[in-house]
């Protein structure tokens, strides 16, 4: 029988394996911007935004001190954090860039923006904001469509002056 999950579900947490806790509360608090919800004793953490119980777990439980993940294996890809407005998207890619992060890429998919880097960890993460619904691509027959093409980064930050 035919299932639909209900269109209201969300994508609650994600939890990662990290070598170094603190390392990674440096990046992702320090760096990112997320509030520290609760430590776990000395081998977990919980993080968030808006002091949600939390939007990230970190965990050291298998992985303290290991190398990251090998790149071309079966695994978690990235885990995608959403901005609210373009501005904040501006905002953080200039902070990242005043602080010497490197960038694996930056995208415009037509429905989306979106800066990529990884954490210390190796772990891949997409900074982006969604444009408005009604601003998606459509093809011929009104269905929506995603593209990849450069992220105008100037215009980007030009948001920022506003």
């Known amino acids: 029988m035919s299932y639909t999950v209900p269109a209201q579900t969300r994508i609650g947490h994600v939890h990662l394996k990290v070598s170094d806790l603190k390392r990674s509360l440096d990046f992702y608090c320090g760096l990112l911007g997320f509030e520290l919800m609760l430590m776990y004793g000395e081998q977990a953490a919980f993080i ?4 949600y119980h939390h939007h990230i777990g970190l965990n050291t439980w298998h992985s303290k001190g290991m190398p990251p993940a090998p790149e071309n294996t079966a695994g978690l890809y990235h885990v995608a954090i959403l901005y609210p407005e373009r501005k904040d998207l501006a905002a953080i890619y200039k902070r990242l860039s005043s602080a010497g992060v490197q960038f694996t890429g930056f995208a415009d998919h037509g429905v989306s923006e979106a800066l990529y880097l990884n954490d210390p960890d190796g772990n891949g993460l997409e900074l982006y904001w969604d444009r408005p619904r009604e601003q998606w691509p459509l093809d011929a027959e009104g269905k929506m469509t995603m593209y ?15």
């Open 48 to 51: 968030s935004a808006g002091g």
């Open 148 to 162: 990849t093409h450069r992220l105008d980064l100037a215009g980007l930050l030009r948001e920022l002056e506003a």
